[in-house]
């Protein structure tokens, strides 16, 4: 059973794709982007508050603070990934920046 919607916390947003293998630029909340090397899984949430919740494996993490991109498994094209771009990046609690 995984954590609870109230238990998770906004690390980020996905703000564009990037490339040609699915890779997605992604924009950290609190400027800090250490927590996501961490990272495994996140939950991406669109839409908002009411939105709809899924998870997503990360496969993949380059680049800087400036500069961050992930590509999250079973997303490989620009197309896939520009579907995701304004999603919300959500972790549990204990995964986020301290």
């Given amino acids: 059973m995984g954590p609870e919607k109230n238990d998770l916390l906004i690390t980020g947003v996905v703000r564009s ?37 899924l998870k997503y494996e990360i496969e993949k993490q380059e680049g800087s603070s400036m500069n961050l991109l992930v590509k999250f498994r ?4 620009p197309e896939q ?14 995964k986020a920046c301290p």
């Fill in 17 to 53: 794709s990037h490339g040609l293998n699915g890779f997605v630029k992604v924009e950290s909340t609190s400027g800090e982007t250490g927590h996501f090397a961490g990272l495994s899984e996140v939950i991406l949430r669109t839409g908002g508050i009411s939105g709809i919740c």
């Fill in 81 to 94: 990934a520009k579907k995701l771009a304004g999603s919300e990046i959500m972790v549990p609690r204990d």
């Fill in 74 to 77: 079973g997303i490989d094209t």
